[in-house]
């Protein structure tokens, strides 16, 4: 008799817990799970045994963190990648590799399927399936909650009969170092405000200290590497800012997303190292790149992240994206100074070998631009949408 090997995306919540028993129970199922480390507070040794104790034959896991910054966040710091201009990309970005993991044991194991525990309704179904599409596409993709129709009342239940261990479950909510989303419970209701329970890496901005605090950040080629002078490893310098800036409230935001499916949801989201860096990073590419690449390069930034938000981060746009940015990056190299303060963040200050700001010419007390220069440019510059203007106006 045949029987179906299956590499499962495991968190060791309810969702993918019900899951792998139900792939045994009505696939005959051998189950291989697969839980990646992207900086989500868990107790890992806890999920493995999890897993066994519930017929997993094999258990993977896996600590992609240096992997998730380097190779992820590094990129979407240098894109600037906020979704809507409001939210840095934080669960959309570790889900490509975290489906790459999932691949790589499925290919090892001889697995002839991979599953994941997404609904039908949201995003992250379209990140895990393309990505396993891309990566390998003979591999069937088995998504439960969406193709048995399971609801979270009915898992509950059937999580109970068979002795799966439920804890008490209001929000959903992902995880990693990058960022933090919550949403269901009161937060499906667009007009309630979120209750302070549902917030754990920040404080109420009312509520951080009446002292602002200054910091330093080094870039090199648009990448992070130093706070307040200190060179810091990459995990090191991410966790140390979600600390820091979230303790002054930096990094709430609250929207509505549109999802690639359609549907409208209101999400809740903590990222407060990522909103510092992005907010410092983007300053220092307006100190040393020429308007014309800073304001291209916004266009692309724009369509990076919106590229990587749908899922699409094996689409070859983004590779070339990706190739523009990191020819445009190697000036984005300095210090700025960012001041904390109850929820904001705000650049004071700014330098870099390569900068383009010339306090010779522009300073009020200088002398060395000649301003009778303008004249001759204002008269060019303008020429032809002063005729145009008079022609329509009928004006001699």
């Known amino acids: 008799m045949f029987t179906v090997r299956v590499a499962l995306a495991y968190s060791g919540g309810l969702d993918t817990s019900v899951i792998l028993k139900l792939l045994q129970e009505r696939l005959g199922a051998e189950v291989v799970t697969v839980t990646v480390n992207v900086g989500q507070p868990e107790d890992f040794n806890a999920i493995e045994a999890k897993a066994y104790k519930l017929g997993a034959i094999k258990h993977y896991t896996i600590d992609a963190r240096r992997e998730f910054v380097e190779g992820y966040v590094f990129k979407a710091i240098k894109a600037n990648a906020l979704y809507d201009n409001l939210y840095p990309l934080s669960t959309a970005l570790a889900r490509p590799l975290i489906a790459g993991k999932v691949v790589e044991v499925a290919l090892k194991e001889g697995a002839d399927a991979v599953a994941h525990g997404c609904t039908g309704k949201g995003n992250d179904q379209i990140r895990f399936d393309l990505a396993f599409k891309s990566l390998a596409p003979h ?60 917030f754990e890496w920040t404080v109420q901005p009312s509520r951080a200290p009446d002292k602002p605090e200054y910091i330093e950040i080094g870039f090199e080629a648009g990448v992070p590497t130093s706070v ?144 009778r220069l303008s004249i001759g440019f204002i008269e060019l510059y303008g020429l032809q949408a002063v005729k145009a203007y008079r022609k329509k106006a009928g004006l001699a």
Request: no cysteine; net charge negative.
């Open 139 to 198: 591999l069937k993709i088995i998504a439960p909650v969406r193709e048995w129709g399971l609801t979270r009342d009915w898992e509950v239940e059937y999580a109970l009969k068979h002795g799966i261990p439920v804890k008490s479950k209001v929000y959903s909510i992902d995880e990693n170092l990058w960022g933090r989303s919550i949403e269901a419970g009161v937060l499906e209701d667009p007009m309630v405000e979120p209750p302070e329970e549902v």
């Open 228 to 371: 307040n002078g200190e060179a810091m490893d990459p995990v090191e310098l991410i966790t140390y800012l979600n600390k820091l800036a979230g303790a002054h409230g930096v990094g709430r935001v609250d929207m509505i997303e549109n999802r690639v499916i359609g549907l409208k949801s209101r999400e809740v989201y903590e990222v407060p190292a990522a909103m510092t860096l992005i907010t410092a990073h983007r300053d220092l590419e307006r100190l040393v790149l020429t308007k014309r690449a800073y304001d291209f390069k916004e266009i692309v930034d724009m369509e990076w992240a919106k590229l990587v938000y749908q899922g699409l981060w094996f689409e070859p746009l983004r590779e070339a994206l990706d190739a523009f940015i990191d020819s445009v990056e190697p000036p984005v190299t300095g210090t700025v100074r960012v001041k904390l303060y109850k929820g904001g963040v705000y650049v004071v200050g700014r330098s870099s070998p390569y900068s383009l700001y010339d306090h010779e010419l522009i300073s009020y007390f200088k002398g060395s631009f000649d301003q």
